[in-house]
């Protein structure tokens, strides 16, 4: 694939694959490797429904030595996708603290050179009991007023109290330091477990915020077969707990 224009920020170098603008208001969507890996799912998901084009990837030496190919084509473990007023930018691999940290502050800034109107990060919220949830939360994190406006209107809750922490709380903080409105979108979800069920409810929920329609039929198809697997699983960690709790109260005492 040719490389058509390079900029590097901070020891990242954001490669562009072809001359693109993207349309006003625009919307930049940050999607790494996280709870129930929800951001991954829903941008790789939305890049596919929609019909967004890879126009680009970011490269460092700071990344491990890895390469993604597609169609026989290598590219960058962190790929960008652009149409009409929508940029996605994702990564399936996992990035080492310290390194996301860098990668997230430098991404804003490119969003900032690429005169984005807002950022919104995309990732799951784990909660203990996901196994028994039916109806899934939104909530959302935003430092500025006019966000809050918008997520509001849109049905979705501020996230009133808790930590945040990883590379979406440098985003949050950088945002707000660089002064690029943004928020991050959240569903509840599982922590180990790939979640569609919360990647389908953030889709949707970021549907509202962006006025575009996004159809999760499959997503939620996937969903129904995720939580059986995770009811499965759950059936046998207890009878495996229930076969050690036995063994323990018969056994033969090591002291006496």
Known sequence: MEIFREE???????????????????????????????????ASYMINKMGLDEIGGVDSPY????????RGIPRPPIRIFARDRIMV????????????????????????????????????????????????????????????????ESGIKMLENGILSGPYATFIKEIFRKR???ALLMSESFLEFPD??????????LGRVLNVQIDVDKLLEQAEIIKMRAREHMRNLMQSFEQIRRGVEYSVPLYT
């Open 196 to 205: 569609p069920e919360a990647a389908a409810k953030v889709l949707l929920s």
């Open 8 to 42: 590097l920020i901070d020891g990242f170098t954001f490669i562009e694959y072809k001359s693109f603008s993207l349309n006003r208001p625009s919307t930049m969507v940050l999607a790494l490797p996280d709870a129930g890996l929800v951001g991954v799912i829903a």
């Open 180 to 182: 690029i409105l943004g």
């Open 89 to 152: 930018v994702y990564t399936e691999i996992s990035l080492p603290i310290d390194v996301s940290t860098k990668f997230v502050s430098a991404v804003i800034d490119y969003a900032r050179l690429r005169g984005v109107d807002q950022l919104i990060g995309i990732t799951g919220l784990p909660i203990h009991n996901r196994i028994d949830v039916e109806d899934l939360s939104t909530y959302f994190i935003s430092p500025f007023d006019e966000m809050k406006k918008i997520f509001s």
């Open 63 to 70: 990344l491990q030595p890895i390469m993604i190919i597609h």
